[in-house]
């Protein structure tokens, strides 16, 4: 249900303005976290570029949290429910005995 409504509070969040919300923020950090191990086997050159890619992805971001430091809190907290989200649905899929 929780999932449900951060989903459906994400799409209408999108749909009002173009530059990148809270949740929109916290996604891409999420992802950035999680191909971290990938650019482990990458080259130098490669690490940079990906470095740079993710940078000029993540800018409406970082430039929205050097404005407001509620924006910041925002992103955590949407940081944290995804994390959270991952969490029990790993623990769903794989019940302790």
Same mark, same amino acid.
Request: hydrophobic share 35%; proline share 3%; net charge negative.
């Given at each position: 249900?929780?999932?449900?409504?951060?989903?459906?509070?994400?799409?209408?969040? %999108?749909?009002?303005?173009?530059? !990148?919300?809270?949740?929109?923020?916290?996604?891409?950090?999420?992802?950035?976290?999680?191909?971290?191990?990938?650019?482990?086997?990458?080259?130098? $050159? $490669?690490?940079?570029?990906?470095?740079?890619?993710?940078?000029?992805?993540?800018? !409406?971001?970082?430039?929205?949290?050097?404005? %407001?430091? %509620?924006?910041?809190?925002?992103?955590?907290?949407?940081?944290?429910?995804?994390? $959270?989200?991952?969490?029990?649905?790993?623990?769903?899929?794989? !019940?302790?005995?």
């Amino acid at each position: 249900m929780r999932k449900l409504f951060l989903i459906t509070t994400l799409i209408l969040i %999108s749909c009002v303005n173009n530059s !990148p919300n809270a949740c929109d923020c916290a996604k891409m950090s999420k992802e950035r976290i999680e191909g971290k191990m990938e650019t482990l086997t990458k080259s130098t $050159e $490669e690490q940079t570029v990906i470095s740079t890619n993710w940078e000029e992805k993540l800018a !409406p971001c970082a430039k929205k949290i050097e404005e %407001s430091d %509620s924006f910041e809190k925002e992103v955590q907290d949407c940081l944290i429910n995804l994390f $959270e989200l991952d969490n029990n649905e790993a623990l769903k899929d794989n !019940p302790s005995e």
